[in-house]
Nanobody, 127 residues
Framework: QVQLVESGGGLVQAGGSLRLSCAAS????????MGWFRQTPGKEREFVAA????????YYADSVKGRFAVSRDNAKNTVFLQMNSLKPEDTAVYYC????????????????????WGQGTQVTVSS
C-alpha cells in the first residue's frame, strides 16, 4: 500500500537547523507532487512547502520563505525539507503528503489537494 514515513524531527535551539525526510513507497514517486504541512495543538494544519513531481516547481509559505528549502530525490523516492534559522514558532508536528496533481491556482497549499499523508514528525525549537 501507499506509505509515507517522515523522519528527522527533534529538539533544536532557535537559530539552528534540521532536515526532514519523507520516504515514499507504493506509488510512482516521480508522478506525485509532494507537500509539507505542519500543525500545532488546537490549530488547523498549515501549509509549509510543496514541490512538483519533477522538482521544477517549488512553493513556500511566506512564514518560511528564505529559511526553508524543499527538494526531492526521485531515485530514492524521498522528499526533503531543509529548515534553517529555526524559530520557536516553527515548533509543530510536520507532515508530508502526496498527490497526483494540483488542480491549479494555489491548490498546492490546500491540504484537501493531497490524498496520502505520513504520520508526522515532531519539531521543537527552544528559545
Amino acid at each position: 500500500q501507499v506509505q509515507l514515513v517522515e523522519s528527522g524531527g527533534g529538539l533544536v535551539q532557535a537559530g539552528g537547523s534540521l532536515r526532514l525526510s519523507c520516504a515514499a513507497s507504493g506509488l510512482t514517486f516521480s508522478m506525485n507532487a509532494m507537500g509539507w504541512f505542519r500543525q500545532t495543538p488546537g490549530k488547523e494544519r498549515e501549509f509549509v512547502a510543496a514541490i512538483s513531481g519533477t522538482g521544477s516547481y517549488t512553493y513556500y509559505a511566506d512564514s518560511v520563505k528564505g529559511r526553508f528549502a524543499v527538494s526531492r530525490d526521485n531515485a530514492k523516492n524521498t522528499v526533503f525539507l531543509q529548515m534553517n534559522s529555526l524559530k520557536p514558532e516553527d515548533t509543530a508536528v510536520y507532515y508530508c503528503a502526496a498527490t497526483h496533481s494540483w488542480s491549479g491556482g494555489r491548490s498546492y497549499a490546500r491540504d484537501s489537494a493531497y490524498n496520502t499523508w505520513g504520520q508526522g514528525t515532531q519539531v521543537t525549537v527552544s528559545s
